[in-house]
């Protein structure tokens, strides 16, 4: 290597970085909307589950009145029989506001009903989502996706 080749390969290291920032910058959108993606499909997940668990509380219940469960944690012990009776192994996080709590739907008995996500954030998905148990309709943002199961009386 001469004396005069330094510059040289310092303007080659400048053009390799700003050629891979440049690349950076256009995968980053891609990589954040699939992040968006992730989360909303385990807000659809987890939001079924606890449908499922508020529908298995509730039918389930003993005697000819129905009762909704009186909090989230009866989901996870429910106390009303002599067994071990779980609806839920756990209690989940809105996945895509994890710093906020559910929503409570409440019913009439105050009860639960569903749940909702606090979320204001856009959902990605603009046409009606079946999830078997409950049918969400195109909503304007996730606290309008309400996760409340088709139960008979």
Known sequence: MQRGD????????????????LGLAAI??????????????????????????????????????????????????DTRFVGTVRHLRTLYADPVSVDTPWGLLRAPDGGIRGVYSQSAAV???????????????????????QFEPKVSP
């Not at 959902?123 to 996706?145: F, K, M, Q, S």
Request: cysteine-free; glycine content about 8%.
């Open 6 to 21: 330094g510059g040289f390969v310092y303007v080659w290291v400048l053009a390799l970085v700003a050629v891979l920032a």
């Open 28 to 77: 980053g959108p891609l990589w954040s909307q699939e992040a968006k993606r992730d989360r909303e499909d385990e807000l659809l997940r987890v939001g079924k589950l606890y449908a499922e668990a508020i529908a298995g509380y509730y039918r389930v219940s003993p005697g000819s009145v129905k009762h909704y469960p009186p909090s989230l944690e009866a989901l996870l012990l």
């Open 123 to 145: 959902p990605l998905r603009t046409v009606p989502v079946d999830l078997g148990i409950a049918v969400l309709a195109p909503a304007a943002r996730y606290a309008e996706w």
